[in-house]
């Protein structure tokens, strides 16, 4: 009777402390510099918090180490809902196969609270390569195997394991080619030293004909190319792929301060202005509860193990 009792007041003070949170100036920390789409996310949903809750959402910009210092920092900060991480698919999935050893869990050192967006990305092609969707690039990678190649922003990044996961669907063959970032990748494949890159900031040069958009990595077509076919429509079924985020916060952090969160983000999701800004670059809005997002976590884990197993990408 005392354990339930204890229990009870537990749960009672944690709906107090909801109740009023948050009371002062809550860290929201980003793991990579300022001015990328990961920061302007977490800006975009602080400025609305702080709207909405009358309190600071203060973004802390903490880059490095493929994200894992500020998923240490979160997983190790007060378990109160005053830090939270702007988390990325590379630090709630692919680290935990990429690296063999993590500072932290990602399935347990941090609370889900909710997923916000996923970036699919795009397969594209120097326009003088002689093919014009899918099927034909596969047909040209067989009919040459080993000698086409795909550039990347580096070993495990997401254009790597985009490939990994194509190469895996359809046995074909290609070179992979890592650079140190998406710029100079880009040049290199609208220069013809590259066949093809797995993409998601090259609208523009899709639209003005310097790169050749053949397919998209998710299920769901991209709202600023709408004429591009997913790969699965291409003819690559089972292809289902994108760069996702969304907010966490630290393992053991009151439930209810959990789901009050998880209800305001869900919340400023619907703004319009809001959809408006994050999907202006292609961006597909997600909501969940933050179950969902905890088993989205756990599911991505498992799938990401095996596309990082067949990429050969390996991190020490």
């Given at each position: ?52 809750t009358g309190q600071p959402f203060v973004v802390e910009n903490k880059p ?8 240490q920092y979160v997983a190790k900060a007060p378990a109160d809902g005053y ?113 093809m890159i797995f993409d998601n900031t090259a609208h523009a040069h899709i ?110």
């Amino acid at each position: 009777m005392i354990r339930i009792a204890l229990a009870l007041l537990g749960l009672a003070l944690a709906s107090l402390a909801a109740a009023d949170y948050p009371e002062k100036a809550v860290r929201f920390v980003v793991p990579f510099a300022p001015g990328g789409a990961t920061d302007l996310l977490a800006r975009t949903i602080g400025e609305k918090l702080s709207a909405a809750t009358g309190q600071p959402f203060v973004v802390e910009n903490k880059p490095g180490a493929a994200t894992q210092i500020a998923a240490q920092y979160v997983a190790k900060a007060p378990a109160d809902g005053y830090t939270l991480l702007m988390a990325t698919s590379t630090t709630l999935a692919i680290n935990k196969s990429l690296y063999s050893k993590l500072p932290y869990d990602p399935e347990k050192d941090f609370a889900p609270v909710s997923l916000v967006i996923q970036h699919p990305f795009v397969l594209v092609v120097d326009p003088k390569v002689p093919v014009k969707s899918v099927q034909e690039l596969i047909a040209l990678a067989r009919s040459k195997p080993g000698q086409l190649s795909y550039a990347t922003q580096g070993s495990g990044s997401f254009a790597h394991l985009s490939m990994a996961l194509l190469q895996s669907l359809t046995g074909i063959d290609a070179v992979h080619v890592p650079y140190k970032g998406g710029a100079p990748a880009l040049v290199d494949v609208m220069g013809g030293q590259v066949t093809m890159i797995f993409d998601n900031t090259a609208h523009a040069h899709i639209t003005s004909g310097r790169l050749r958009a053949l397919a998209v990595t998710t299920r769901q077509r991209l709202s600023v190319l709408p004429e591009v076919p997913t790969l699965a429509e291409a003819g690559v079924p089972g292809y289902d792929l994108a760069a996702w985020q969304g907010v966490v916060t630290t393992a053991g952090t009151p439930r209810p301060v959990v789901v009050k969160l998880n209800a305001e983000i869900n919340t400023l999701l619907k703004l319009p202005d809001v959809q408006a800004r994050l999907t202006a670059d292609g961006g597909q809005i997600l909501t969940s509860t933050p179950e969902q997002f905890a088993a989205h976590i756990s599911s991505e884990v498992v799938r990401f193990a095996k596309i990082v197993k067949d990429s050969g990408a390996r991190v020490e």
